[in-house]
């Protein structure tokens, strides 16, 4: 693994990754809020560093097309692991094309499985094509081939979006689901929408952040507990009328009821496929369905069931046991590779996106490689425009610690603020959490220089660089009737930076900007800086040597 730069043996300080997660480079400043906030800090590296951007979306990051916004999991998975795999939304929608996802295991099992205890199958999941977690048309290929193969009973527990997709669009893919279900049921088939909510109320909690959020789904989708309603198109409308304000993601539960009775509560003998395929929204509620000795809350009443998931959501925890679609095999990481040449890491953020630092960037691969060391800070359980500072001033006094100690080669942490308190679609907050996220980088740069390390800010996607939809046409930020802005809560399109902190070698490093450059490029540019070769699977270093 010998440097290719005889003049450049590597930086003898650390060599350190800040992802500032959700903070992408917009077309335009109307809208931004990275524009609006007063980030000196930033001003300052990108007028002085060496920064090119990054392409951070679509096939870039493994996702089926250049339409597809990116994410956390496929950014961190392409920024870990050097190179770019197909990804789960991209897997399924070829299972499904070729058909191979119907002569798999795991589907024949979920049919038999309702077949043979004349039991429904529910189907549970995130209700948009929004394509970050599961994509609507997964969901109803699984319907008519659930008819196509003799079931007579499909129930669908819909988690409303508002995160991926525009903030109250649910009824623009309730109503038209409505219809199709309308045109696919008939003879003995019935399926329906059985219960509800938002993703952010209920089921898809990420990294053990708010339990109660999986219990109160659990009630809902497996119980039948909750406020009761005639239709999922009448849930949404009481349910905006009854709590004015409130976007998709946030709405309470609903349970649908005929004759005053839940239409589709999960009994024994039935089948449940949660049809997202990204995992980290998707393992608790795996958990609850699965584990023997779950005491994460009472389940009350635990049906015996099939379950799958889309994916397997964890390969080292075989969660779920049986999973529709098999994940991408990431191999060969930078985590890996490093790990193997001797090369101490530390890996540092909240709690909601600890796993992405962690998990995702090691090719979704949990526990620690030799040499690493992780540090979680617990997030806090508010919605984030109620604190857009978030824990940045924590990850940074950890950061520094771990700096300090001299104990690491290899440095990375993330910083969530422009991506959480982005998908609150609250400008002001978000400018406060790029100030927040500023004010860290003023804290931690000056000890990575003590130290004569250098570091790499970059991102994992966009944002908060786009609070308001943009009209088609003008590009403008889209007003609505009242004249106020529309607020965008989704990620973006937008490429990220990626600036080159380096006050340790005199100048003598830069970067060079590829059309294809990607966040797959900044494995090998980090080796680079460390003095190693790149994997030979990964993609090129973008590092120039003056
Ligand atoms: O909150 C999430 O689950 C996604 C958006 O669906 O965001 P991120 O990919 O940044 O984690
Ligand atoms: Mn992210
Ligand atoms: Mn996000």
Redesign the pocket.
């Given at each position: 693994m010998l440097n290719k730069f005889a003049s450049f043996a590597g930086i003898s300080g650390p060599v350190v990754t800040i992802i500032m997660?959700?903070y992408g480079i917009p077309k335009s400043d109307a809208g931004s809020a990275i524009a609006a906030a007063r980030k000196p800090t930033l001003d300052r590296l990108f007028a002085h560093y060496p920064n090119i951007t990054l392409r951070a979306h679509g096939t870039a990051v493994g996702m089926p097309s250049d339409d597809d916004m990116g994410?956390?999991?496929v950014g961190h998975n392409a920024i870990g692991a050097g190179q770019i795999y197909s990804q789960g939304a991209a897997l399924v929608a070829d299972a499904i094309a070729s058909g191979a996802i119907w002569q798999g295991e795991a589907w024949r099992q979920v049919v038999a499985g309702a077949k043979a205890g004349c039991g429904t199958i529910h189907f549970i999941g995130l209700f948009s094509d929004?394509n970050?977690?599961s994509h609507l048309d997964h969901l109803k290929a699984m319907i008519v081939r659930a008819r196509e193969e003799g079931i007579k009973t499909v129930r669908i527990h819909a988690l409303l979006d508002g995160?991926?997709v525009p903030e109250t669009s649910a009824l623009d893919y309730v109503e038209p689901f409505e219809a199709f279900l309308a045109e696919t049921n008939g003879g003995v088939f019935d399926a329906q929408i059985a219960s509800g909510g938002g993703r952010m109320t209920i089921t898809m909690d990420?990294y053990e952040a708010n339990w109660n959020m999986v219990a109160r789904g659990w009630r809902t989708h497996v119980l039948g507990e909750g406020d009761q309603f005639a239709s999922a198109v009448a849930a949404v409308k009481e349910l905006r009328v009854k709590f004015p304000g409130t976007i998709d993601q946030d709405l309470p539960p609903f349970v649908i009821v005929r004759d005053g009775k839940p239409v589709g509560t999960i009994e024994d003998g039935d089948s449940v496929v949660f049809y997202n395929f990204r995992g980290?929204?998707a393992i608790e509620i795996t958990r609850a369905f699965e584990e023997a000795n779950f005491d994460k809350f009472d389940r009350v009443r635990v049906p015996q069931v099939i379950y799958a998931g889309m994916l397997q959501y964890d390969g080292d925890l075989k969660l779920p046991r049986r999973f529709l679609v098999a994940p991408p095999a990431i191999q060969d990481t930078s985590g890996e590779w490093f790990s193997r040449a001797g090369i101490t890491q530390f890996a540092c953020s909240e709690t909601q996106k600890f796993g992405?630092v962690t998990y995702f960037w090691n090719g979704n691969r949990s526990g620690k490689l030799a040499g690493e060391t992780y540090q979680e800070v617990p997030s806090d359980v508010v919605p984030f425009e109620q604190r857009p500072w978030m824990k940045a001033a924590e990850i940074a006094d950890a950061m520094i610690e771990a700096l300090k100690s001299g104990k690491y080669r290899t440095l990375r942490c993330n910083f969530a603020n422009g991506?959480m308190v982005g998908?609150t679609g609250n400008f002001r907050a978000a400018t406060m959490a790029i100030e927040a996220v500023d004010l860290s980088l003023a804290r931690i740069l000056p000890v990575i220089d003590a130290l004569g390390g250098v570091a790499l800010i970059t991102a994992?996607?966009g944002?908060a660089d786009e609070m308001y939809e943009l009209d088609k046409k003008t590009k403008l930020p889209a007003q609505n009737q009242d004249g106020s802005f529309k607020a965008k809560t989704a990620?973006t399109l937008n490429p990220v930076p990626l600036i080159l902190y380096d006050n340790a070698t005199g100048g003598k490093l830069g970067l060079k900007q590829t059309d294809k450059a990607g966040l797959s490029n900044i494995a090998a540019t980090t080796a680079n800086l460390l003095g190693l070769e790149k994997h030979a699977k990964w993609d090129e270093s973008l590092l120039v040597i003056k």
């Amino acid at each position: 693994m010998l440097n290719k730069f005889a003049s450049f043996a590597g930086i003898s300080g650390p060599v350190v990754t800040i992802i500032m997660d959700g903070y992408g480079i917009p077309k335009s400043d109307a809208g931004s809020a990275i524009a609006a906030a007063r980030k000196p800090t930033l001003d300052r590296l990108f007028a002085h560093y060496p920064n090119i951007t990054l392409r951070a979306h679509g096939t870039a990051v493994g996702m089926p097309s250049d339409d597809d916004m990116g994410n956390s999991e496929v950014g961190h998975n392409a920024i870990g692991a050097g190179q770019i795999y197909s990804q789960g939304a991209a897997l399924v929608a070829d299972a499904i094309a070729s058909g191979a996802i119907w002569q798999g295991e795991a589907w024949r099992q979920v049919v038999a499985g309702a077949k043979a205890g004349c039991g429904t199958i529910h189907f549970i999941g995130l209700f948009s094509d929004g394509n970050v977690h599961s994509h609507l048309d997964h969901l109803k290929a699984m319907i008519v081939r659930a008819r196509e193969e003799g079931i007579k009973t499909v129930r669908i527990h819909a988690l409303l979006d508002g995160r991926d997709v525009p903030e109250t669009s649910a009824l623009d893919y309730v109503e038209p689901f409505e219809a199709f279900l309308a045109e696919t049921n008939g003879g003995v088939f019935d399926a329906q929408i059985a219960s509800g909510g938002g993703r952010m109320t209920i089921t898809m909690d990420r990294y053990e952040a708010n339990w109660n959020m999986v219990a109160r789904g659990w009630r809902t989708h497996v119980l039948g507990e909750g406020d009761q309603f005639a239709s999922a198109v009448a849930a949404v409308k009481e349910l905006r009328v009854k709590f004015p304000g409130t976007i998709d993601q946030d709405l309470p539960p609903f349970v649908i009821v005929r004759d005053g009775k839940p239409v589709g509560t999960i009994e024994d003998g039935d089948s449940v496929v949660f049809y997202n395929f990204r995992g980290d929204r998707a393992i608790e509620i795996t958990r609850a369905f699965e584990e023997a000795n779950f005491d994460k809350f009472d389940r009350v009443r635990v049906p015996q069931v099939i379950y799958a998931g889309m994916l397997q959501y964890d390969g080292d925890l075989k969660l779920p046991r049986r999973f529709l679609v098999a994940p991408p095999a990431i191999q060969d990481t930078s985590g890996e590779w490093f790990s193997r040449a001797g090369i101490t890491q530390f890996a540092c953020s909240e709690t909601q996106k600890f796993g992405h630092v962690t998990y995702f960037w090691n090719g979704n691969r949990s526990g620690k490689l030799a040499g690493e060391t992780y540090q979680e800070v617990p997030s806090d359980v508010v919605p984030f425009e109620q604190r857009p500072w978030m824990k940045a001033a924590e990850i940074a006094d950890a950061m520094i610690e771990a700096l300090k100690s001299g104990k690491y080669r290899t440095l990375r942490c993330n910083f969530a603020n422009g991506d959480m308190v982005g998908h609150t679609g609250n400008f002001r907050a978000a400018t406060m959490a790029i100030e927040a996220v500023d004010l860290s980088l003023a804290r931690i740069l000056p000890v990575i220089d003590a130290l004569g390390g250098v570091a790499l800010i970059t991102a994992d996607h966009g944002n908060a660089d786009e609070m308001y939809e943009l009209d088609k046409k003008t590009k403008l930020p889209a007003q609505n009737q009242d004249g106020s802005f529309k607020a965008k809560t989704a990620h973006t399109l937008n490429p990220v930076p990626l600036i080159l902190y380096d006050n340790a070698t005199g100048g003598k490093l830069g970067l060079k900007q590829t059309d294809k450059a990607g966040l797959s490029n900044i494995a090998a540019t980090t080796a680079n800086l460390l003095g190693l070769e790149k994997h030979a699977k990964w993609d090129e270093s973008l590092l120039v040597i003056k």
